[in-house]
């Protein structure tokens, strides 16, 4: 356990056993709103990981595993701050809008096939990895779903992990269930369940739209309640069940 969250579990515990004697005490961890929209540093463990420790510890034992199959489990981006996701935002918003000359609107509708507003990122948690193989050599962009295909560098990968990520805490997140809405499908995103279940719960307690538009978001006029109430049940909330 984190010696942060022990501290805050054991003061809420005392304040609630003083008010309420008797009640029973839910295990669940506590997360800060700042937290889970990246806006404080966490500690995070391991060279090129990246992850909670919890999550971290994992990841190694997987990646040992997958190495003895002749896979290299590399992680192209895991942790990413509120900040770098603004920035990534805001560098395709410009580009849609002043290069392509799309709509406000429809820059946005863009950008959220495939990036998060910022705030609203799983990658802010600690928990969420993309990864591709190492080994195979591959040319232009590796984030693409055909490299994960049969046929595909990322195939060898993508199969193991279909075997095997459960066992080690690991789910795919926007899987290619064709029912599901919100992102596309992401082969190589993967979220450390035992950690992000409950953060994803404590987001969920959380007025996200309220949030949202106190930060400094560009193209934030366009989050009316209505695209906010989708945005959030179809890419926030339609994800792998398995996650809820
Ligand atoms: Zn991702």
Do not use: C
Not at 89 to 112: N, P
Not at 113 to 134: A, C, F, L, Q
């Amino acid at each position: 356990m984190q010696r942060r969250s022990f501290i805050k579990k054991s003061s809420y515990t005392g304040l609630a056993l003083s008010l309420v004697p008797g009640l029973t005490l839910s295990q669940e961890t506590e997360y800060s709103v700042a937290e889970l929209m990246g806006k404080v540093d966490i500690e995070l463990f391991g060279k090129d990981i990246n992850l909670r420790k919890e999550a971290h510890d994992a990841f190694v034992e997987m990646k040992r595993a997958a190495y003895s199959e002749g896979m290299d489990l590399k992680i192209v981006s895991s942790y990413r701050n509120f900040y770098r996701q603004e920035g990534i935002w805001e560098r395709k918003y410009l580009q849609y809008t002043e290069e392509k000359g799309m709509t406000k609107l429809g820059a946005i509708e863009k950008i959220i096939e495939y990036s998060t507003i910022p705030g609203t990122s799983r990658h802010h948690w600690g928990t969420d990895i993309d990864i591709i193989d190492g080994y195979p050599k591959t040319t232009g962009d590796v984030l693409v779903p055909e490299k994960f295909e049969e046929g595909g560098p990322f195939a060898l990968l993508k199969k193991w992990m279909d075997d095997n990520a459960n066992k080690y805490g690991f789910y795919l997140v926007y899987t290619d269930n064709p029912k599901r809405k919100g992102f596309k499908y992401e082969p190589w995103h993967y979220s450390y369940a035992p950690i992000s279940i409950p953060m994803l719960k404590t987001f969920r307690r959380k007025n996200i739209f309220k949030l949202l538009l106190e930060e400094d978001i560009i193209g934030k006029e366009n989050f009316t309640s209505g695209f906010l109430k989708s945005y959030i049940q179809n890419n926030i909330l339609d994800i792998n069940p398995d996650l809820l």
